[in-house]
């Protein structure tokens, strides 16, 4: 088991851990350091196992604090999941059905019979009045 040094209120520290764990314990002892610098900025020196209370509790609260923060997001997270499946377990909505109106054959060839006509009139209207034919 190796053995790591920690600084924590000014004070050293040699504390064994698991193999591959010193990481954890340095990052661990660095916020008790924290709390400790806090306490010790306010205060001042204090006793060695009252420091290390202390900084402990403060950390328990944020903990506390941040489990609570942490339940209450789970929650939320939670029924946002429901939400979710409630949604996709309902029913498509049916297509919306569209008519658009078409024009029977027999009417567009009624108008373009009048069309034709018009046409042929306005041609002879033309003719009569010696106007040049448009195009």
Do not use: W
């Amino acid at each position: 088991m190796p053995d790591v040094s920690v600084n924590i209120g000014g004070r050293t520290y040699e504390v064994a851990c698991q193999e591959g764990e010193e990481h954890f314990l340095k990052s661990a002892a660095s916020l008790l350091e924290t709390e400790a610098a806090v306490l010790s900025s306010q205060i001042g020196r204090m006793p060695e196992a009252r420091m290390l209370l202390m900084s402990g509790l403060m950390l328990a609260d944020k903990t506390a604090g941040m489990d609570e923060k942490l339940r209450s997001l789970e929650a939320k997270l939670g029924a946002q999941e429901a939400l979710i499946e409630e949604m996709r377990s309902q029913p498509k909505p049916e297509p919306e059905r569209i008519e658009v109106p078409v024009v029977p054959q027999g009417v567009r060839d009624s108008l373009a019979e009048l069309a034709a006509r018009s046409e042929a009139m306005a041609g002879e209207l033309e003719d009569r009045l010696g106007l040049p034919a448009q195009s």
